[in-house]
């Protein structure tokens, strides 16, 4: 049930303004990820919006970003989510501490825990493509199909011309028709 909870929640605030991801970069960048046609230029673009979402001005909570492959290679998710708490505490509005944080939550199986950080994420950053990618993997996870199916259209809106979310919604039907 919480997990519908938080769905709601997420449909609901997605007019919300973006509240810590304020580089004046990224308003340029999602009009050009919108309008882009080549992958490989897209690529760039997603790199780039990648770089200025693990952008914060606090040095410790920087250095910990800095660190998080560290974390990822090694597959040490209790540390990395104890570091990414501290983090959270220091910079609340700091969007992609959450989304690290829900990474690794997801990573453990704690798709609960994962949801709630989602869901501070797209508070944060309505926009953040990679939050969203881990939400639909939560919801086809829960056979939530139809729910998944809006996180991709969202994620349409934000890059229309992406055929990696084409290749996704054309999976996750072909996952609908396995079942049927």
Known sequence: MKIFIVIFTFLFNLSV????????KLDDLFSQLYEVKSYKEQSLIVSQIWEEW????????????????????????????????FII??????AEAYNKRATFYFMMGDYESSMR????????EPRHFGALDGLSRILIYYKNYEEAFKVY????????????????IDRLNQIISSET
């Open 89 to 94: 505490q220091e910079e609340p509005d700091f």
């Open 54 to 85: 693990l952008i914060t001005e606090n040095s410790e909570a920087q250095t910990i970003m800095d660190n998080m492959p560290y974390f990822f290679s090694s597959k040490n998710y209790k540390d990395a989510i104890a570091s990414l708490d």
């Open 117 to 124: 950080d989602i869901e501070a994420t797209l508070y944060l």
């Open 17 to 24: 303004s973006y509240a810590d991801q304020n580089s004046p």
């Open 153 to 168: 259209e969202e994620m349409k809106r934000l890059m229309p011309n992406d055929i990696t979310v084409d290749m996704k």
